[in-house]
């Protein structure tokens, strides 16, 4: 069998050091040379298990003592080192474990001040947020990713793009929807560019739901999808192609600050046009009247899933076109907020998202069900919120299913208009939440999971309160 063989220098030395031996005093004691050990403690020569055996053995040590933690520092390092501040300066693998294994303390370190660093960024963060929500412009700029730019861009403008609107009016026939879209696009498809289009199975295209191959001017489209999210992965590449010009009329509207920021909002501009393709305007928008804002009935209609037709729900905000001002919050079950976006800009200040008192976080353990509450903010303010998981493209054997839960939300002064006003429990009283648990300032709540930085915590040794995070 062969020997299984170690570097672990900088870990030997430390041993040494520590029990203040020279090398050719600990050489002559585990019965090998000083020269050898230099070698070692330089990682120019191996461990081997005899000698590990005889290190353990001639100095009472845990073999486990000697595996040292260089592994799990250098994953930690990675991720200081990806940090935005540090763009760029990103070390290879192979640098970042010789950091870890050779000066652990310095490692150590790092990683303290990158945690305090962190920590006080989201202290900052906490405080600009309670201040603009009182009216005071902190001027204080955080370093994001463009990913969080963009997040930021939506978040804060409303979710209506005239442009594409009017562009996708103009190109989709009256009443063209689900299957007759289907047939509509791959025609148009076929004629003005000669691309066809081929399902493929998951074994064959693994890692994409849609892709094109410009050689052979086909576009593959993945069976991990339903029929009606294929629908919506042809309207996007038809997009691409259909509405080049409306999409960068709209670009031109926004102040965005690099060119991976603008890669990204025109991905996402891409997605709405083809939002917008399953759903024309002003359809969508008579339709939501008929059916008093149904989702379940609207996806129905059009031939879209509920997470497309309660997305649409949020975008119609045309002058003198407009809809109820709905918006939503897409969240995972590590308690992620993957999306947020609303008709007028997603109210962020009042309704917040990261209340774990939110029923959306409910909606996780009961798949596919529609859940329909009231919910209460810090300032006394009312939303109906319509809660239900989606699950993503079917998963290959040995995935584990993607599911998400979506939070569709508009103020309670509306709920008369809807559908779900008839459904609501009367008298139901509304939920009390926050925007979070940092800001939050709601006494007795069993669901807190942070100090509030406003308050001192409590701590009187003589009551037990709610929380650990209880406060005066």
């Excluded at 594409?164 to 689900?178: C, K, L, N, S």
Aim: hydrophobic residues 40%; contains cysteine; glycine residues 6%.
């Amino acid at each position: 069998m062969a020997e299984q063989k170690i570097f672990a220098g900088p870990r030997i030395r430390r041993i040494r050091n520590g029990l203040e031996l020279t090398q050719a005093a600990m050489a002559a004691e585990i019965g090998v040379s000083a020269s050898y050990l230099n070698l070692i403690e330089r990682n120019q020569r191996p461990l081997t298990v005899q000698l590990l055996l005889k290190l353990a053995a001639t100095y009472d040590l845990d073999l486990e003592a000697l595996k040292g933690e260089a592994a799990g520092d250098q994953t930690a390092l990675k991720e200081v080192f990806a940090d935005p501040l540090l763009t760029g300066e990103l070390p290879g693998n192979e640098e970042l474990y010789e950091i870890a294994e050779a000066a652990p303390n310095a490692s150590s370190g790092i990683l303290k001040l990158y945690r305090a660093y962190r920590e006080s960024q989201d202290r900052l963060s906490d405080l600009s947020t309670l201040l603009a929500q009182e009216g005071h412009d902190t001027g204080v700029a955080t370093k994001h990713l463009p990913s969080d730019e963009v997040r930021e861009l939506f978040e804060n403008r409303p979710y209506c793009f005239p442009w594409i609107e009017d562009a996708v009016q103009d190109f989709i026939p009256e009443r063209t929807y689900g299957p007759e879209l289907w047939v509509f696009l791959l025609d148009w498809l076929r004629k003005n560019h000669n691309i066809t289009v081929q399902k493929l199975p998951v074994h064959v295209m693994p890692q994409h739901l849609r892709r094109f191959d410009k050689h052979t001017l086909r576009l593959f489209i993945s069976d991990r999808l339903s029929p009606v999210e294929q629908l919506y992965e042809l309207a996007a590449e038809v997009t691409l192609l259909a509405f080049p010009q409306a999409i960068q009329e709209e670009l031109n509207l926004l102040t965005l600050s690099s060119d991976e920021t603008h890669r990204l909002v025109r991905n996402e501009l891409t997605r709405y046009a083809a939002l917008a393709m399953l759903m024309p305007y002003g359809a969508f928008l008579r339709a939501t009247k008929t059916l008093k804002s149904d989702v379940s009935a609207l996806a129905a209609r059009f031939g879209v899933s509920f997470e497309r037709a309660a997305m649409r729900m949020t975008t119609l905000n045309r002058p003198n076109q407009a809809g109820l001002p709905f918006f939503l919050m897409e969240v995972d079950h590590a308690g992620n907020i993957l999306r947020r976006s609303g008709v007028k800009g997603y109210p962020k200040a009042r309704f917040g998202g990261s209340c774990p008192k939110l029923p959306v976080y409910q909606a996780l353990i009961q798949p596919r069900q529609i859940q329909l509450d009231l919910v209460e903010t810090a300032d006394s303010t009312e939303f109906f919120v319509l809660t239900r998981s989606v699950d993503g493209p079917q998963p290959a054997l040995g995935e584990h299913i993607r599911r998400t839960a979506l939070l569709l939300g508009c103020a309670a002064e509306h709920l008369s208009e809807t559908i779900y006003g008839e459904h609501l429990d009367e008298g139901k009283e509304p939920i009390p939440t926050g925007t979070s648990c940092r800001l939050c300032e709601r006494q007795g709540c069993l669901s807190r999971a942070e100090a509030p930085i406003t308050r001192p915590l409590g701590l009187d040794e003589m009551t037990t309160g709610l929380s650990v995070f209880d406060f005066n």
